[in-house]
């Protein structure tokens, strides 16, 4: 007995495209339009960038000292740590392009080695003073009334206190050494954050959408998180940009005065500290180093304001 080995097709798949049909022609327009609009996008946010080349150095400058902190044996050879004593106090040269200290040690190498501590200490000072102030003003703008009162008083509190002053009694409180100023530092950082997350959050959560999600009985840690906090965070991160370049400066101060890593740690403030006793006989020992912290924060702060610019576009 013969089986029948016919399959059943659908429908769909026995009818062909027929050529020149309008329907088939304008679905596939529209697929072509939506595939090519986010490389259509990308393309003029890539022209804007480079219409403005101080913005363009600003980000060489910071994706350069991200290089050296990443990897710093591409850019020198030279020990930081140990010094040739026959080359002390030279000037800097084609061998030595930031010259040497007084130990002979390349100042170059030493300042780029440096970054990598300078670096990650910013970094997580900007990652707590984010985090913690971010979440006290989310919970301030959204659940309003004594909540409010209560976080809002105590930022006014803080922001009375200058941040050095406020940092320097932190790390009394936690001891020396670059983690701990780096949490001093985030910790001092916290009202900023949290009066700009607050702002905006106030703004955000009398939206029609935050209200429809409250009228459908959604969780008010569910509309946080899914509504509010992405919609109120674009000043927030600007904010970040400018307090990163901000950090670098009083992670550096602190470090000048010796709060950071002990020597002979290479650190971009212990470094300018270290050349104040031989800057009448060696100018570079302080004032490159100085340069590359200078750099580093008027490069975060033209990121910044390029961030603040386009999020208020939006």
Do not use: C, K
């Not at 059943?8 to 049909?21: H, K, R, S, T, W």
């Not at 327009?29 to 259509?40: I, L, N």
């Not at 009066?195 to 029609?208: D, G, H, W, Y």
């Amino acid at each position: 007995m013969a089986l029948d080995t016919t399959v059943a097709l659908p429908e769909q798949a026995l009818v062909a495209p027929v050529p020149g049909d309008p329907d088939a022609d304008s679905a596939t327009a529209v697929d072509t339009a939506e595939s090519a609009a986010p490389r259509a996008a990308a393309t003029s946010r890539w022209r804007a960038v480079l219409r403005r080349p101080s913005l363009v150095a600003s980000i060489v400058v910071l994706v350069l000292v991200t290089l050296w902190a990443i990897a710093p044996t591409w850019f020198t050879a030279w020990d930081p740590i140990q010094g040739v004593p026959a080359d002390r106090l030279q000037p800097p040269s084609a061998a030595h392009w930031f010259g040497t200290d007084n130990l002979g040690r390349d100042l170059f190498a030493r300042v780029v080695h440096g970054s990598a501590t300078s670096l990650a200490a910013t970094s997580v000072a900007v990652v707590v003073g984010l985090a913690a102030g971010s979440l006290f003003g989310l919970l301030a703008g959204f659940l309003r009334g004594i909540v409010d009162d209560a976080i809002m008083r105590f930022m006014d509190v803080l922001l009375a206190i200058p941040s050095l002053l406020l940092s320097l009694a932190l790390i009394t409180a936690l001891g020396f050494g670059t983690l701990n100023v780096a949490i001093a530092v985030g910790l001092a950082s916290i009202a900023s954050f949290s009066r700009v997350m607050r702002a905006e959050v106030l703004t955000v959560s009398t939206a029609v959408y935050v209200e429809a999600a409250r009228i459908a009985g959604v969780r008010w840690y569910t509309i946080l998180r899914r509504h509010v906090l992405p919609n109120a965070s674009g000043p927030v991160v600007a904010l970040a940009a400018l307090e990163f370049g901000v950090m670098v400066l009083a992670i550096s101060s602190l470090s000048f005065l010796g709060f950071g890593a002990p020597p002979p740690a290479p650190e971009w403030g212990s470094l300018v500290a270290g050349g104040r006793d031989y800057l009448a006989v060696a100018w570079w020992l302080t004032t490159l180093p100085g340069l590359v912290i200078v750099a580093v924060v008027l490069a975060a702060n033209r990121i910044s304001r390029a961030l603040e610019r386009d999020g208020g576009r939006r």
